[in-house]
């Protein structure tokens, strides 16, 4: 009785924590013996670190080519209009001098 209680708390804890049913179920019962149920939780807490690995990576530290490129992007942007800029006042220098 006390392993069920402890199988039984175990998969509400897993399952609680977002882990899918059947592989809280798996993991929680280790009903198709010892081995099956010690790969099955090596492979679930691998699958948990790389989730955690990608949401640490894409959310919590950016993703630092996308950065990289936005920032390369502002500065392109930012020469062309200084560029359009000089192009302008020159082209107005140009139509002052005409008009005299």
Do not use: P
């Not at 179920?25 to 691998?46: C, M, P, Q, W």
């Not at 989730?51 to 993703?63: K, M, N, P, S, T």
Request: proline residues 0%; hydrophobic residues 40%.
């Amino acid at each position: 009785m006390a392993k069920t209680k402890q199988n039984d708390d175990l998969f509400e804890h897993l399952h609680a924590l977002g882990v899918r049913k059947k592989v809280a179920k798996a993991v929680a019962s280790g009903a198709k013996g010892r081995k099956r149920t010690e790969a099955l939780a090596h492979a679930a807490i691998a699958d948990l670190h790389s989730a955690g690995d990608a949401i640490r990576e894409r959310v919590l530290a950016r993703d630092s080519k996308r950065s990289e490129a936005a920032k390369k992007a502002a500065r392109t942007r930012k020469r062309q209009a200084a560029n359009r800029s000089a192009t302008a006042r020159k082209a107005a220098r140009t139509r002052t001098r005409a008009k005299r």
